[in-house]
């Protein structure tokens, strides 16, 4: 029962700092579902994934367009390769390991933590 009233309150915090800095699922969500919420590295990854399903960040976005920060071609475009690409990085997902499904997110998670620590 504690879990439905923590869910609403992980959002929140995710969509903060979505709005704030342009992160969410994969930073966010994704750990907190496995290291507070007991969900499987599929279970999160698959989950996150849903939330994609309704406008999510639509508001966020609309604030970022009124301010001109919005390229709509730009982001069309990385949307028809997103379509594909989440297709075809899930049925490669599912088909992995969790242990190796973990080592690859915190690959990914170290990788982009280095390249942001250590820009100029």
């Given amino acids: 029962m504690i879990h439905l009233l923590l869910y609403p309150l992980l959002g929140l915090v995710a969509g903060i700092f979505s709005g704030l800095i342009g992160i ?3 930073i966010i969500i994704v750990p907190a579902l496995v290291f507070l919420f007991g969900a ?3 279970q999160a990854q698959g989950t996150t994934l849903a939330l994609l399903v309704p406008p999510i960040g639509l508001l966020a976005a609309w604030t970022y367009y009124k301010e001109g920060y919005v390229d709509l071609k730009v982001a069309g475009l990385i949307c028809l390769g997103f379509f594909l690409g989440g297709l075809l990085g899930a049925k490669l997902a599912t088909s992995l390991s969790s242990q190796v499904l973990e080592k690859l997110f915190g690959a ?3 990788l982009v933590s280095l390249k942001m620590l250590l820009a100029r």
């Fill in 24 to 26: 969410g699922g994969g």
């Fill in 40 to 42: 499987s590295q599929h």
């Fill in 108 to 110: 990914a998670l170290l």
